[in-house]
């Protein structure tokens, strides 16, 4: 699980120096990306937080139509590995910083594809890890 944790996380970010290199047309590497980053939010969400860590989070929309969300944590913390924990938590946080860098490299250099492609992966990786660090 803690491969499975990054994999998708290098890949995204693998994609995105290939594609943009390679590819004169954003577009493709856009939707790629993204779809990585996509792919990895689900991931990270759903099956790695849950295995790894013990955390689950989602939203739910109550009968007045109100959004609430739910976290749940696991009452014992023990039965979680160190390694699991360590991989688990040092990915999820150095994930959205470099994303962030990306945009903020790509702002510089005023290419406005590839600055909203590393904001979509950059703003999926922050919402897994702001919804993990409240639970």
Known sequence: MCVLHFAF?????LLYFILTLALDDGTI???IVSTFS???????KNLTGR?????????Q??????EEWVYESLKDDSRVNGV???VFWG??????ILWLVFAILQI????LNNFFMCMVAFTLSFVNLLNYIRC
């Open 9 to 13: 996380k290098v890949v995204a970010m």
């Open 29 to 31: 590497a856009f939707i």
């Open 38 to 44: 996509v792919i990895d939010f689900w991931i990270a």
């Open 51 to 59: 295995i790894l860590v013990g955390l689950r989070w989602w939203s």
């Open 61 to 66: 929309i109550k009968a007045d139509g109100e």
């Open 84 to 86: 699991d924990k360590a």
């Open 91 to 96: 990915v999820s946080y150095l994930t959205p």
């Open 108 to 111: 510089l250099t005023f290419s």
